[in-house]
């Protein structure tokens, strides 16, 4: 069974700062992927990086990057230059192959981000 | 860009009664599924969809739960005699292939909340 675990239940950072969204992970399959997904307080799901488990490099998407480490099972979200619209609560997600299943996420517990201005 | 909509975006119901929540999936997308969020919990896999079945479900997917994909475009799903402990958001999400590197494209949700 797979596992994602989100430590931080809740973080604040101040506008323009960097913040770091803990995520550790458990699988025994050697192919996944993982996700980070945003979900502002209008409820909705939205995409914001991938990584998968063969990528050598660290996934960037512009201001969010994923420091994964492999070896410790972490793929922690990096935000850069925070800004207000940031503010949301945040989920990491692992997919694991599943036969014919399209491949379903779990979901950690979230963190909910606060940017202070 | 091609957007996965649901409708209602939020539906009371009575217990017991039955409610289906309806999703429009992006149109060239193969798989379906249904996700739920407890308000202030994690979200869960409930079900996903391929090919007109059910291709896995989760312990919370009880005989309480039927999906339908009833005219090639609507993703529905239906849930009979609800209970008090159903009220959640749940959202359909879909996907155009099963590759480990393609997102899921979730929709907006739609809150029930039974009383």
């Known amino acids: 069974a797979q596992k994602i675990t989100q430590t931080q239940p809740g973080m604040f950072v101040q506008e323009k700062e960097a913040v770091t969204l803990d995520c550790t992970y458990d699988t025994s399959d050697p192919s996944y992927g993982l996700f980070w997904y945003k979900q502002p307080s209008s409820g909705e799901m939205i995409f914001l990086i991938y990584?998968?488990?063969?990528?050598?490099q660290n996934a960037t998407e512009g201001r969010y990057s994923l420091n994964f480490q492999k070896a410790r099972k972490s793929a922690n979200l990096v935000i850069s230059a925070s800004q207000l619209g940031d503010s949301a609560m945040y989920f990491c997600a692992m997919r694991v192959p599943q036969n014919n299943a399209g491949n379903m996420l779990t979901f950690g517990g979230g963190t909910r981000l606060m940017v202070k201005p | 860009e091609p957007e996965v909509t649901q409708t209602p975006s939020h539906q009371v119901t009575q217990m017991g009664q039955e409610v289906i929540l309806r999703c429009v999936p992006i149109s060239n997308h193969l798989y379906f599924y249904w996700y739920r969020q407890i308000l202030g919990q994690k979200v869960e896999f409930l079900v996903s969809?391929?090919?007109?079945?059910?291709?896995?479900k989760s312990e919370i997917f009880d005989d309480q739960f039927s999906v339908e994909r009833p005219d090639g475009s609507n993703f529905t799903l239906k849930i009979r005699s609800t209970k008090l402990e159903d009220s959640a958001m749940y959202f359909c999400?879909?996907?155009?292939?099963?590759?480990?590197?393609?997102?899921?494209?979730f929709g907006q949700g739609t809150r029930l909340t039974v009383v």
């Open positions: 999400a879909s996907s155009p292939d099963r590759d480990m590197n393609t997102e899921a494209f």
């Open positions: 990584q998968g488990s063969y990528d050598q």
């Open positions: 969809f391929y090919n007109n079945e059910i291709s896995e």
